[in-house]
């Protein structure tokens, strides 16, 4: 699809991207600026530049291309709905779900499921992530949302981006935190030599917030409420190591043996946890269409509720 326009004064002096916001709101800045650098927007018919400026009686055109066709392939894979209307659904993650395909995956995840449910889910996020504007690791389990159509997509992907969703996990750590509450400010990217990983000891980090409250102590352990302010890779798992609070059955960033001193039921639910202890509990979004704020919250899973039970009983 394709739009012309011919800027008049008030267009004058307003940057390319800009302009191009105001005249089309359904479009994202980040949307924009992807379609200026793909070389679909054209400034008196020569390719634009997402800082040009915009002068009396110039010609512009852009051309925005039709949703890429969904390579992944429908699957009948149960889903746990939490909510759905025609332009959203909110999932209860269980963990080992792998949210999109990926690195020679193609099939048994939850975007295979979604397209066997949906039908219409939203193409935008691409040939195999259609419909996802964000993300929880494999093995970490709780509410996500995806979107079942390209306005809700642009929504929720920039409410994601202005970081004015709430999110909101548990997690169940090592060690017995000291404060009631904190804040972990620690920029993120790759680790410098563990290049699959992420760090806080990084060369080019990326600001990263996470707020905590203790939820309750044990010994050895602690469950805690993490609240993103940021949404970097792994983010959660990333900052509680670093404060030497790794969350329990965590296999990258926890703890490498099992401490001594742990009664034998313990220690076996915590191998047989095979994943990291983390729960996405709570997801706030403003609906793409009405605008009215909406939450979501997933109850704690039983692999999780089984160890935290164990704990209590002292077993």
């Not at 709905?81 to 939850?110: Q, S």
């Not at 306005?151 to 970081?163: A, D, M, N, T, V």
């Not at 792994?234 to 401490?259: F, T």
């Amino acid at each position: 699809m394709q739009h012309t326009f011919t800027a008049i004064p008030s267009d004058a002096k307003n940057r390319l991207d800009i302009f191009l916001s105001q005249k089309l709101p359904e479009l994202t800045r980040s949307r924009i600026k992807n379609l200026i650098e793909d070389g679909l927007v054209s400034l008196n018919n020569k390719p634009g530049k997402t800082g040009a400026k915009i002068k009396t009686g110039d010609q512009i055109a852009i051309t925005i291309p039709l949703p890429q066709a969904i390579a992944a392939e429908p699957e009948k894979i149960p889903l746990d709905i939490l909510y759905e209307d025609k332009h959203i659904i909110v999932i209860n993650k269980p963990p080992g779900l792998t949210v999109h395909p990926g690195a020679g995956r193609t099939k048994g995840t939850l975007v295979n499921a979604l397209l066997y449910h949906c039908k219409d889910l939203s193409g935008i996020g691409g040939a195999l992530r259609p419909g996802i504007v964000h993300r929880i690791d494999k093995d970490t389990s709780g509410v996500l949302i995806a979107a079942k159509t390209d306005k809700g997509h642009q929504s929720l992907s920039q409410q994601f981006k202005e970081h004015s969703i709430k999110r909101r996990y548990l997690a169940l750590v090592w060690g017995v935190v000291k404060g009631d509450e904190g804040t972990i400010d620690l920029p993120i990217g790759r680790h410098i030599s563990e290049r699959k990983k992420m760090s806080v000891r990084t060369k080019r980090g990326r600001r990263a917030v996470t707020h905590y409250r203790v939820i309750k102590r044990f010994n050895n352990f602690t469950l805690l409420e993490a609240s993103l302010e940021t949404g970097r890779t792994h983010q959660i798992r990333v900052h509680l190591s670093a404060i030497h609070h790794p969350v329990a059955g965590d296999p990258v960033y926890g703890k490498k043996n099992m401490p001594s001193g742990l009664s034998p039921k313990l220690t076996m639910l915590l191998k047989n946890l095979k994943r990291q202890a983390l729960h996405a509990q709570t997801l706030g979004i403003i609906h793409p269409e009405t605008k009215q704020y909406l939450e979501f919250t997933s109850p704690l899973p039983d692999d999780m509720k089984e160890v935290i039970s164990a704990i209590e009983e002292g077993c």
